[in-house]
């Protein structure tokens, strides 16, 4: 089982960074892929970015590539999500998910299938 808690969320104006956080813990250490993904309301859960177990690779979606940057630390099992030029449509819960390591998680690092754990989600709310 794997643990995880997302923080950094909160109110800011188009234009404006923000850095969200998640924390890992439980069984990380064989190593878990991580991603992050959005949900606005009444809509489902949309692949914002991921990055593999040992940092090597890192992939966006669309939206977030060139404003979002993903990273992490294993020795503090945290994956952050930098978000730089936050717009309206960027508004939403943050979630943060962990995916255990296989070999075809770079064929489907987009999907929420792929990913066996979810934090609890951090509120991102932009003002224009």
């Known amino acids: 089982q794997v643990q995880l808690v997302e923080s950094g969320g909160g109110l800011r104006r188009t234009g404006d960074s923000l850095t969200l956080s998640c924390t890992a813990s439980g069984s990380t250490g064989s190593g878990i892929h991580m991603g992050w993904f959005l949900q606005a309301p009444g809509t489902g859960r949309v692949f914002v970015a991921a990055i593999t177990w040992s940092g090597a690779r890192t992939y966006y979606a669309p939206s977030a590539k060139g404003r979002f940057t993903i990273s992490r630390d294993n020795a503090k099992n945290t994956v952050v999500l930098h978000l730089n030029s936050v717009r309206p449509e960027d508004a939403a819960v943050y979630y943060c998910?962990?995916?255990?390591?296989?070999?075809?998680?770079?064929?489907?690092?987009?999907?929420?299938?792929?990913?066996?754990?979810w934090g609890q989600g951090t509120q991102v709310t932009v003002s224009s």
């Open positions: 998910a962990a995916a255990p390591r296989r070999s075809d998680y770079t064929g489907y690092y987009y999907s929420t299938a792929t990913y066996d754990y």
